[in-house]
T-cell receptor, first 112, second 114 residues
Framework: NAGVTQTPKFQVLKTGQSMTLQCAQDMNHNSMYWYRQDPGMGLRLIYYSASEGTTDKGEVPNGYNVSRLNKREFSLRLESAAPSQTSVYFC???????????FGQGTRLTVV | QQQVKQSPQSLIVQKGGISIINCAYENTAFDYFPWYQQFPGKGPALLIAIRPDVSEKKEGRFTISFNKSAKQFSLHIMDSQPGDSATYFCAASIETGGGNKLTFGTGTQLKVEL
């Protein structure tokens, strides 16, 4: 099993460019999450999704949009990238409440 | 606003010593408290977890102590080893209208020295 797969692993964007980070899981999990990790800030929740077609804002949703395309895939879109969005982005999934969350390997994004 | 507060930010422990990391929360509706371990360049991975109806959970050298009245929980690593050097995150889970939300602390960088 691949688990949680994120693409791309690295990306450099210019300010104002847009891009979509892809995430797919093959564990038939219901819940999926997007986090950003910055030094000293820990993992901050951007958006989460309980099921296909359902999404909700986390702690830091501004500047991002998400799509839960189907049960497997949860994408994160930056419409107009800003240097403040330079970070490592992690996607995670879990079966439901009170269960283990599985993380992808992360996407290192630099906005110049 | 950080819903789960974690301390210390960094910790250096001698091999064989005890590492202790603390977390505190405000929302009493949190119902699941996991700890994750992260090595450089990798995603976090579950280490151990506890529910609020239990005061302690032990798995090998790792123990969670949970104090519901104080709204605090801690991770104890006994006989710390250099291989335990990593970043540790506490987290808390809550059921919301949009699903189950998993919120993390700010992390603790642990270094175990020989």
């Amino acid at each position: 099993n691949a688990g949680v797969t994120q693409t791309p692993k690295f990306q450099v964007l210019k300010t104002g460019q847009s891009m979509t980070l892809q995430c797919a899981q093959d564990m038939n999990h219901n819940s999926m999450y997007w986090y950003r990790q910055d030094p000293g800030m820990g993992l901050r929740l951007i958006y989460y999704s309980a099921s296909e077609g359902t999404t909700d804002k986390g702690e830091v949703p501004n500047g991002y949009n998400v799509s839960r395309l189907n049960k497997r895939e949860f994408s994160l879109r930056l419409e107009s990238a800003a240097p403040s969005q330079t970070s490592v982005y992690f996607c995670a999934s879990r079966k439901g409440a009170n269960t283990e969350a599985f993380f992808g390997q992360g996407t290192r994004l630099t906005v110049v | 606003q950080q819903q789960v507060k974690q301390s210390p930010q960094s910790l250096i422990v001698q091999k064989g010593g005890i590492s202790i990391i603390n977390c505190a929360y405000e929302n009493t509706a949190f119902d699941y408290f996991p700890w994750y371990q992260q090595f450089p360049g990798k995603g976090p991975a579950l280490l151990i977890a506890i529910r609020p109806d239990v005061s302690e959970k032990k798995e090998g050298r790792f123990t969670i102590s949970f104090n519901k009245s104080a709204k605090q929980f801690s991770l104890h690593i006994m006989d710390s080893q250099p291989g335990d050097s990593a970043t540790y995150f506490c987290a808390a889970s809550i059921e919301t209208g949009g699903g189950n939300k998993l919120t993390f602390g700010t992390g603790t960088q642990l270094k175990v020295e020989l």
